[in-house]
């Protein structure tokens, strides 16, 4: 995405195609070896985020489903990214919606019409949302060639140093913070099926406080990296600077809203007291990380779409490892407030990222990586 949109803003068209088809080929490649491994370990993987019993059973058919199929949503979401590179957003939001919307509609005719015999449970909803990644991506191809989006289908050598320079900090950084919530979600595991119950419908619903400012997320590298492009200090400080703060207020309201309509939201998903009691502390907590996400959210793309991906990872690991990891265990488990240290932890991580990147920012150090 940054270099692709780079390419564009320096106006050479023909690099960002070749650039493109190069990073399709890497990104189809790898995410094919791990869609085999992550269905080859399924049941491994899952028992050591201690389940047991009828969830390992369903959470295995679950993940070899969709961890076998994980390459299709990997490149569905490339395609989309790409056509936010070329300015065809409209495009890409239509593709999400038809996805979402086939989504449901498979999901109802696999559960309660029985389009395919046999196909029934976690197994029916996964493939459901497999049949709606692939109408997805078949959606965005054919827009992506009518559109006339540069593409030059060819794997070029040259760009797997640049690619990969930007591409591996950032995902050192994202492997860190998946491991990271993986162990934790280990911790909430062996605290009980209450509190894994609690923290599967809390993240379900807390999800969209964050869809504000991950909305502007998906479209920071593309600003940044045209911008960059034309070396415009000015217009990314302005960008960032607007972005930020539009990010921290929308995803703050929203958790606000959530949090004064917890009893009907949580009513969805079940009735047991206790949970409600353990989820009402967490979404109030929400509003803190929320804030804080709005911040990470805009200035984490932005320091990588403007090359400064060390800072970004380094941020990553120590957010990941020394804050999500060590203090879920201590103040989940040693201290005991379960669930809700855990969240406790998560509020510290998205603070302490936030204020990392607003100070960097504001030594104007980034700008030599752009100029």
């Given amino acids: 995405t940054i270099l692709v949109s780079f390419e564009l803003g320096r106006g050479d068209r023909v690099r960002a195609g070749r650039l493109a088809a190069t990073s399709l080929l890497l990104l189809s490649i790898s995410s094919a070896v791990i869609s085999f491994l992550l269905f080859v370990l399924a049941e491994p993987l899952l028992i050591a985020l201690n389940l047991e019993g009828e969830a390992l059973v369903y959470g295995a058919v679950y993940l070899k489903i969709r961890g076998g199929l994980l390459f299709l949503p990997t490149i569905s979401s490339f395609m989309g990214t790409m056509l936010v590179c070329n300015g065809k957003a409209v495009h890409s939001m239509v593709s999400g919606m038809l996805s979402n919307a086939l989504n449901v509609l498979f999901v109802y005719l696999l559960l309660y019409v029985k389009l395919i015999p046999g196909l029934s449970g976690t197994a029916a909803i996964a493939a459901a ?39 591996v900090p950032g995902s050192i950084s994202n492997f860190s913070y998946n491991m990271a919530m ?8 062996s605290m009980g099926i ?68 917890i009893n009907p939201l949580l009513s969805f998903f079940t009735d047991n007291s206790a949970i409600f009691s353990m989820c009402f502390v967490i979404f109030a907590l929400d509003t803190v990380i929320e804030c804080g ?41 040693v201290m005991g407030l379960g669930l809700v240290g855990c969240f406790i932890a998560f509020a510290i991580s998205e603070w302490f990222k936030s204020t990392v990147y607003l100070v960097y920012f504001k030594t104007g150090r980034w700008k030599k990586h752009i100029t």
């Fill in 182 to 189: 993986t162990l934790t979600v280990g911790f909430i595991g």
């Fill in 129 to 167: 949302t497999e049949i709606a990644c692939v109408a997805s991506i078949i959606y965005s191809a054919v827009m992506f060639y009518r559109c006339k989006c540069p593409f030059v289908m060819r794997f070029d050598k040259r760009f797997l140093g640049k690619v990969y320079a930007l591409g």
């Fill in 293 to 333: 996400r709005g911040v990470v959210n805009i200035m984490e793309p932005a320091m990588n779409a403007s090359r400064n991906v060390i800072i970004t990872m380094l941020s990553g690991i120590i957010s990941a490892w020394g804050i999500i990891v060590l203090l879920s265990y201590i103040l989940g488990i």
């Fill in 194 to 261: 209450v509190s894994l119950n609690a923290y599967s419908y809390t993240s379900s619903i807390v999800g969209y406080a964050a869809i504000p400012s991950a909305v502007v997320s998906g479209c920071i590298p593309v600003f940044v990296g045209r911008y960059a492009g034309r070396a415009d200090v000015e217009s990314i400080k302005k960008i960032c600077r607007q972005l930020v703060a539009l990010s921290m207020l929308a995803n703050t309201s929203v958790s606000i809203l959530i949090l004064l309509l």
